[in-house]
């Protein structure tokens, strides 16, 4: 999109942030946090950017959090939440 720009990570919250498989520092490219050493198998782990929020699941549990997302279908509505009028 024209004049759209990629949130940035702020540097503070950088350099906390830590890749969950690898423990190394995480650098932003573009819409994703990428580490900085590659996995056990030689390779360069890459993170979402969703919203301003990293989403830093191992590739493994991504799948199964994006499928538990699209599958609540309730709008954050639980039942037993209503207050009795007074």
């Given at each position: 999109m024209p004049g759209f720009t990629t949130p940035?990570?702020?540097p503070e919250l950088l350099s906390v942030l830590r890749c969950p498989v690898t423990g190394s520092a995480l650098v932003q490219e573009g819409e994703e946090l990428v580490a900085t050493s590659p996995n056990v198998d030689g390779q360069t782990l890459r993170y979402t950017i969703e919203d301003g929020i990293p989403l830093l699941l191992p590739?493994?549990?991504l799948a199964a959090a994006t499928s538990?997302?699209?599958d609540q279908h309730d709008g954050g509505q639980h039942n037993g939440g209503r207050h009795a009028a007074k």
């Open positions: 940035l990570i702020s590739p493994e549990l538990a997302r699209s």
